[in-house]
């Protein structure tokens, strides 16, 4: 087996720059995936193929990939981007899949 | 527009069997691989199976092989994940999802929840 570790929390101003890590081997030869979770609600993907934004998502969402260790980046923090995020990714084979822990964003 | 909603969550005992059912519409059901995703109360997200667009491929997390199969109806538009010898730590929310490789899971369902206990 194999893991993704993410810091358990974030916490952030509005307007400022949110920083999540995601560390993991498998981040070398796969690529990664965003999800944001809000209490109550089911993930919602923000972010694909390591960098690349689905529709819908904002702009101030971006990810990045340096090898094992997966960013996302959250430009301008509004309120409404309170919630769990967890990376995603898989092994070699494309046989087994993994989240990372989760990392708590709080806006203060 | 996608839509996902699964079914047949409750109370279970341990050691017994429940089967879920995940209900597609929205898009052509058979193109696209399906996950099955857990979360434990006030715990993350772990990733349970993975079904191929025809069923003909699938593979699970270790925590589950053994115990729990995936299948899928196509002509039904309909994801199943049959659970036996249950267990306590099989407590969660049980989420259905449409994965595409290299794209992630786009759309998920809203869960049902799964309470194993006596």
């Known amino acids: 087996s194999y893991d993704l570790t993410q810091p358990p929390s974030v916490s952030v101003s509005p307007g400022q720059t949110a920083t999540i890590t995601c560390s993991g081997d498998v981040l070398a030869k796969q690529y990664g995936y965003w999800y944001q979770q809000k209490p109550g609600q089911a993930p919602v993907l923000v972010i694909y193929r390591d960098t690349e934004r689905p529709s819908g998502i904002p702009e101030r969402f971006s990810g990045s990939n340096s090898g094992t260790k997966f960013t996302l980046t959250i430009s301008g923090v509004q309120p409404e981007d309170e919630a769990d995020y967890y990376c995603q990714s898989a092994d070699s084979t494309a046989t087994s899949y993994v989240f990372g822990g989760g990392t708590r964003v709080t806006v203060l | 527009q996608v839509h996902l909603v699964e079914s047949g969550g409750g109370v279970v005992q341990p050691g017994k069997s429940l089967r879920l059912s995940c209900t597609a519409s929205g898009f052509t059901f058979n193109n696209d691989a399906m996950f099955w995703v857990r979360q434990a109360p006030g715990k993350g997200l772990e990733w349970v199976a993975v079904?191929?667009?025809?069923?003909?491929?699938?593979y699970y997390a270790d925590s589950v092989m053994g115990r729990f199969t995936s299948s899928r109806d196509n002509s039904k538009n309909t994801l199943y994940l049959q659970m036996n010898s249950l267990r306590a730590e099989d407590t969660a929310v049980y989420f259905c999802?449409?994965?595409?490789?290299?794209?992630?899971?786009?759309?998920w369902g809203q869960g049902t929840l799964v309470t194993v206990s006596s």
């Open positions: 999802a449409r994965v595409k490789y290299s794209y992630g899971a786009d759309f």
């Open positions: 079904i191929s667009y025809d069923g003909s491929i699938i």
